[in-house]
Nanobody, 127 residues
Framework: QVRLVESGGGLVQAGGSLSLSCEASGRTFSSLVMGWFRQAPGKEREFVAAIRMSAKYYADSVQGRFTISRDNAKNTVYLQVNNLKPEDTAVYSC??????????????????????WGQGTQVTVSS
């Protein structure tokens, strides 16, 4: 079992930045594939970013603005979100799985790939 706790959300103006964190417990963190997803009101949950070993993956909508990283010593994955836009407003959740996904890029983008989920942190971007 893996427990995930997100933090760092808040209210920012368009163009602003936030640093989201997700601390994991319950399993060897370094072996986990970690992902960030978001869900806006009235919309389906969507992939934002993932990190598998040193490989990083991003949704097209956030490429160049968001950066995912991890600190295995702190059992934490981060999502630095810059140049925020009103359409980035959503609940951001981190997810984890001990599976490798076969190394395929498409796998880490799928909601069903992940076994554990955090409660989420709200990011609101005002225009």
């Amino acid at each position: 079992q893996v427990r995930l706790v997100e933090s760092g959300g808040g209210l920012v103006q368009a163009g602003g930045s936030l640093s989201l964190s997700c601390e994991a417990s319950g399993r060897t963190f370094s072996s986990l594939v970690m992902g960030w997803f978001r869900q806006a009101p009235g919309k389906e949950r969507e992939f934002v970013a993932a990190i598998r070993m040193s490989a990083k993956y991003y949704a097209d909508s956030v490429q160049g603005r968001f950066t995912i990283s991890r600190d295995n010593a702190k059992n934490t994955v981060y999502l630095q979100v810059n140049n925020l836009k009103p359409e980035d407003t959503a609940v951001y959740s981190c997810a984890a799985t001990p599976r490798s996904g076969g190394g395929y890029d498409s796998t880490v983008r799928q909601i069903g790939f992940y076994d554990y989920w955090g409660q989420g942190t709200q990011v609101t971007v005002s225009s």
